[in-house]
C-alpha cells in the first residue's frame, strides 16, 4: 500500500511540469513493481483463500481496483475493473462482516467504497452493502465522517474525495 501512496505522490508532484526521462523510467518501474506484487498477492490468497485469506483477499482486490482505476486506468470495456468486481464479490460472500471483519470495519467501509465507485453492473450489490454497513456501523455517517474514514486508507484526494462524493450522493437519502 505504501508503495502505491509513493507512486500517487510522484504523480501528483509532477502535474503541471516538465517530467525528465529518468522521472518516467523510476514511474513504470514502480508501477510494474506493484503490478507484481498484486498478481502474486491475489494469486497466493486465491490459492489459501480459506478462513483469512477471503479477509486479505478483500483487500488487495480493492487495493489493485483503486490502482487501476488512479494510477493505471484501464478503459471499461477492457473488463480489467468487472473482472476485479467479480471476484471482490466473491471473496466478500466468504467474509462475515462483524467475526472476519469486527475491529477493520473502517477498512472494510473502504473496501466497499472502492468498489462502489467503480461503474459497472455490480455497483448496486457493494452500493447496498456499503449503505447497509454504514448504517449498522457508523452513527451519523455524514459524508466528511466517511471521508475521514476512507483518508486513513489509500486516497486520492482528487479523484478519491469526488468519487466518495457520487457514491455518497446516491446513497445519502438512505441513510436517514
Not at 505504501?2 to 529518468?22: F, H, N, P, Y
Not at 448504517?135 to 483518508?151: A, C, G, M, N, Y
Request: hydrophobic content about 40%.
Amino acid at each position: 500500500m505504501e508503495q502505491i501512496t509513493d507512486l500517487e505522490k510522484l504523480i501528483e508532484s509532477c502535474r503541471g511540469t516538465r517530467v525528465s526521462s529518468a522521472t518516467i523510467q523510476d514511474f513504470y518501474s514502480q508501477r510494474e513493481s506493484i503490478e507484481e506484487c498484486f498478481i502474486d498477492s491475489i494469486a497466493e490468497t486465491h490459492v489459501n483463500s480459506s478462513g483469512g485469506g477471503a479477509y486479505e483477499q478483500c483487500c488487495l482486490l480493492a487495493a489493485s481496483l483503486h490502482f487501476y482505476v488512479i494510477i493505471r486506468p484501464f478503459p471499461i470495456w477492457s473488463g480489467v475493473q468487472s473482472i476485479l468486481l467479480m471476484k471482490l464479490k466473491d471473496a466478500l460472500m466468504k467474509t462475515d462482516s462483524i467475526s472476519c471483519w469486527g475491529d477493520d470495519i473502517e477498512l472494510f467501509l473502504w473496501v466497499l467504497m472502492e468498489a462502489a465507485a467503480v461503474e459497472d453492473s455490480l455497483k448496486p450489490w457493494f452500493t447496498q452493502l456499503l449503505t447497509h454497513t454504514l448504517r449498522t456501523f457508523v452513527p451519523k455517517p455524514s459524508l466528511k465522517r466517511i471521508k475521514d474514514i476512507l483518508r486513513k486508507f489509500l486516497w486520492n484526494e482528487r479523484t478519491s474525495s469526488p468519487a466518495c462524493e457520487k457514491v455518497y450522493k446516491d446513497i445519502q437519502d438512505t441513510l436517514s
